[in-house]
């Protein structure tokens, strides 16, 4: 039996947990790695009506030690409304957003406070840490890079019967929830104009409605599109063999944190297409485990040169899978953060 850390509880603080989201699956995932290296870590969601009695109570009476914030905008906001917790040792992990649109807004002088306050700063990449060091170079040792790590359930077996599809289609998958930033209309675009060309080509998108307006209108867009499938929210225990069923992973965000199910897909041997935006920018080099790509036009002709040459397609797919297990391992990640944690705490 595992003996709990003495260096105490751990409160994770989420805006999402219910909902399949980068947030929910990220929280999740260093919940259950922490758990099995001794930690006692309780969540608490921000999506739960009660949320903020729920908090109250756990630190009136859990004797947590540390405190586990995700997304800085968020963060904030509790920190304002829960003045008390300034009284615990802090950590944030910025997931995507809070970098890439609310840390552009220097108005935002609850999110600059949020940031001097918490002890450490995690962000998934290189990138990150320099813009939030160029914004204020004290923040150097504070700032902590830490990779997400990839981990997928077993699940159900899969085929692409299921799904309408035969053994001969050619199938790009796009695991993204529906909003504006996630430009799920650039695959559409570049994806119809090869399909003229290439019949067998299919689109399966995966993720849940996040902006009513925007999935209102890229459902509309597909409706007459009988190569594109639209799954919806999946549970993320099915995702491993839906992602098995395609042949190449694409992410096109305007901005990304980490293009977490493009590496699921990866890990699996899919190789990548990927916008060349911060968040995807350096995770793969081009032409090795995948391409990157700007527009409709480089798109299309990403999608078109895997779509023709199967040798080259499963070589980057080997590159890619390699890549996952070398850089992107939940061990890794867990470790890491137990480092972050025992380091603070001076416990471990």
Known sequence: MVQEKQTGKILIITPFHRSRRGNSLTSERIQAGLIKQG????????????????????LATRKYALIHGFHAAHCGRVLEMVPELQELPLVLTMTGTDINYDLK???????????????????????????????????????????????????????????????????????????????????????????????????????????????????????????????????????????????????????EGQPQGALEAMSLGKPAILTAVPGNLNIITPGQEGFYIKDVEELRTAAETLVRDSALRQIMGDRAQKLVETRFTTSQEINRYEELYCGILRGC
């Open 39 to 58: 930690f006692t870590i309780g969540i608490v969601s921000l999506e739960e009506n009660n949320w903020l009695n729920k908090l109250h109570y756990d």
């Open 105 to 255: 807004k220097l108005e935002n002088y609850s999110l600059i406070r949020t940031l001097q306050l918490v002890k450490r700063i995690v962000v998934f990449n290189a990138d990150f840490k320099e813009v939030l060091v160029g914004i204020n170079p004290e923040w150097e040792n504070k700032v902590v890079i830490i990779p997400q790590g990839v981990m997928l359930e077993t699940g159900n077996p899969k085929s692409r019967s299921e799904f309408g599809l035969t053994l001969d289609d050619f199938v790009f998958l796009l695991p993204s929830g529906l909003r504006p930033v996630k430009h799920i209309e650039l695959a559409i675009d570049a994806l119809e104009k090869l399909q003229e060309q290439y019949p067998e080509v299919r689109l399966i998108i995966i993720g849940t409605t996040i902006d009513p307006e925007y999935s209102r209108q890229i459902i509309k867009r597909i409706e007459n599109l009988s190569w594109v499938t639209y799954l919806g929210e999946v549970p993320h225990e099915e995702m491993k063999n839906i992602l098995l069923l395609g042949d190449v992973v694409i992410n096109t965000s305007w901005a």
